[in-house]
T-cell receptor, first 109, second 114 residues
Framework: RKEVEQDPGPFNVPEGATVAFNCTYSNSASQSFFWYRQDCRKEPKLLMS???SGNEDGRFTAQLNRASQYISLLIRDSKLSDSATYLC??????????FGKGTMLLVSP | ETGVTQTPRHLVMGMTNKKSLKCEQHLGHNAMYWYKQSAKKPLELMFVYNFKEQTENNSVPSRFSPECPNSSHLFLHLHTLQPEDSALYLCASSHAGQGLYEQYFGPGTRLTVT
């Protein structure tokens, strides 16, 4: 089983749609979880950390399910500017992170 | 954003050349990282430095040689590279230790080995 697994997509959605991504991780000892966003040919940028209780930042909601070892990201009211690759990231040791391959989102007018 | 800077942004080098990539962070962090990102692959961690000490070397070939003179600067020295080493090389920094420490990335150096 891959350490961090994501559906590569692409997810094609119209503006205004709600879209959800899931990610599974294999290391049950992982303590920290993040979603990063990466635009084409750019560096990854932190979108949000994922807390056990779930957290929301504007149109973005992240959830963590430790029992099933998966993390989700929900994007409401999609904008054209949300088009990017979303990377699921899990800590795998002291100061080290393991990245998924990413899920590509394409938002169309 | 200028939190983490990298130079050069683009580099083309032959297999017999020697070059160095530079990274600098202005965020007051004490951990720095080198990652490699190839097409269609996830980010691969190469090296980790905590408080200037290398704490992880992820089975990286010796033709890649990191150097961390202080907590703000990180170098990746390159020599006798192979064409398959062509990739985006990303530097990142964070606070060190266990916990919810997010990593912040530089813009990367796009390396082409001819």
């Amino acid at each position: 089983r891959k350490e961090v697994e994501q559906d590569p997509g692409p997810f094609n959605v119209p503006e205004g749609a709600t879209v959800a991504f899931n990610c599974t991780y294999s290391n049950s000892a992982s303590q920290s979880f993040f979603w990063y966003r990466q635009d084409c040919r750019k560096e990854p940028k932190l979108l949000m950390s994922v807390y056990s209780s779930g957290n929301e930042d504007g149109r973005f909601t992240a959830q963590l399910n430790r029992a099933s070892q998966y993390i989700s990201l929900l994007i409401r009211d999609s904008k054209l500017s949300d088009s990017a690759t979303y990377l699921c990231v899990v800590n795998s040791g002291y100061s080290t992170l393991t990245f998924g391959k990413g899920t590509m989102l394409l938002v169309s007018p | 954003e200028t939190g983490v800077t990298q130079t050069p942004r683009h580099l083309v080098m032959g297999m017999t050349n020697k070059k160095s990539l530079k990274c600098e962070q202005h965020l007051g962090h004490n951990a720095m990282y080198w990652y490699k990102q190839s097409a269609k692959k996830p980010l691969e961690l190469m090296f980790v430095y905590n408080f200037k000490e290398q704490t992880e070397n992820n089975s990286v070939p010796s033709r890649f040689s990191p150097e961390c003179p202080n907590s703000s600067h990180l170098f990746l020295h390159l020599h006798t590279l192979q064409p398959e080493d062509s990739a985006l090389y990303l530097c990142a920094s964070s606070h060190a230790g266990q916990g919810l420490y997010e990593q912040y990335f530089g813009p990367g150096t796009r390396l082409t080995v001819t």
